[in-house]
């Protein structure tokens, strides 16, 4: 699928040639110090296309997703600036997309947000004025017609590939293709889904994207997670919503003594993002590797995906 | 119906601490069907003041009433002959009953005895559900039957978030996916179709975000 670029965005042109595509992802800090992301930053520079910068993710409060993204982009590299839905209003979204965009944000990431009870601050309000759906309608519309949701006029429209996630493992999986479908009306561009352990559901789920054409649609990125350790595997398969780690992993690395467990943890995503690449309708890998970004290089080199393409 | 839940025991005496003749005023309405504020419920509150204020060697004389409606200033107005007499009443009805006591009754604290918490109905005996958020503009016709703004903890219009596992919601195995619900009630209804529509974003000024609301019938206002 190629088409006409419509942004500046790296990760746009690089999918748009038809490249295989990847993206990382780097958690903001739970403080007002510039340097933890600049020190990610460095670890994962030139390992990826783009990253993720989440925002406030399992509601817990950490800086800002466009702050983080800017002190990214002052170390070169390219951001996905996350937004939820849970913590501002369609003033608030449409003011910090603009905000975003004039401080050189290329991509922007569209999420309904984790429900505030799973942070540190299960007393607070959430907003949820508009979902996921209607926040990347909200930014197409912005971009494409220069309109505010309100109807008035943009001066300056913000120019941001917008992406969504999707979840082929949540319940109930018949409508897991449907909504992707709901996503792509809605005009989303990109999608990088939840990590992916069950190789064998998300084929499934695959085929039906590819069925109905949406993979010509929609560029669509896997996301890829690694283990640390057995207890983590074990923390996904059990306590994450929507995760779903088959037992065989899990006895894969409790088979493996504690101190291979982190290389076997890498062992076993890379050869997901190999199978990946074999598959119908994928345009990239997602690598989340959570609080352990120095191995994202490793990850990415060992399935064949570095260097990175300039565009 | 509003549904309440009487507050902890300790809140209620603090409010009380001060007073020592007040009324205890039920409501014949919602609080009554729901078990928390009716005649019976009065009469269990009264006598559970009455026991702790005498343990604690400060007695309390208590008036128990109960009238029909709390919301309802018609009768509100029954009680006004036993106001002037006591020297606080503590409210068993929602926050709607409370306020109509406290308005009628100018320099008469009023006190709520309930956290009102939801619009509902039972599910069984002494068990009660939230249903509706009194948003303003019913979706019910494109959802099944089944609102989710008020049973998706996010108010999906275009749900089930990555969240619904095995039919519940992320946020408690115990709560059901409201989007679960609606498509199952949209497959048994053979309205699929309805799921694929997108849903517009939401005008929340029929809601309480426009501010206090009301709703007027103009032929009774001659």
Known sequence: MNGEVKTESKLEKILRSGQFAVTGECGPPRGADAEVIRHKCKLLKDKADAFNITDNQTSVVRMSSIASAVIMMQEGMEPVMQMVCRDRNRIAIQSDILGGAALGIKNMLCLSGDHQKFGDHPQAKNVFDIDSIQLISTVRRMRDEGKFLGGDDIKGVPKLFVGAAANPFADPFEIRVPRLAKKVAAGVEFIQTQCIFNLKKFSEWMKGVVDRGLHEKVFILGGVTPFKSFGMARYMAKNVPGMDVPDELLERMKGTPKESQAEEGIKIAVETIQQLKEMKGIAGVHIMAIEWEEKVGEIAEKAGLLPRPSV | ??????????????????????????????????????????????????????????????????????????????????????DAVLSMACGAGVQYVAERYPGMP???????????????????????????????????????IARCSKSLLNGPCGGSTKGKCEIDPEVDCAWQLILDRLKSLNRMDLYEENMAVNDWRTNRDGGPRKMIREDFQR
């Not at chain 2, 007040?22 to 928390?36: E, K, N, Q, Y």
């Not at chain 2, 559970?48 to 409606?69: C, F, H, S």
């Not at chain 2, 939801?118 to 609102?147: D, H, N, P, R």
């Open chain 2, 1 to 86: 119906m509003v549904v309440g839940e009487r507050k902890p025991f300790d809140e209620i005496t603090g409010m009380l601490e001060g007073h020592k003749k007040i009324m205890v005023l039920g409501c014949g309405g919602c609080v009554t069907v729901c078990l928390t504020g009716g005649h019976d419920e009065v009469r269990v509150l009264s006598s559970q003041l009455r026991m702790a204020r005498d343990n604690a060697g400060n007695p309390i004389e208590i008036v128990e009433k109960t009238v029909e409606r709390q919301c309802d200033p018609e009768y509100v107005e029954e009680v006004s002959g036993i106001v002037p007499d006591v």
């Open chain 2, 110 to 148: 009023v006190y709520p005895a309930l956290d009102t918490t939801f619009v509902g109905g039972s599910t069984k005996e002494g068990y009660y559900v939230e249903k509706c958020q009194t948003c303003g503009a019913c979706k019910l016709f494109y959802t099944g039957g089944i609102c989710p």
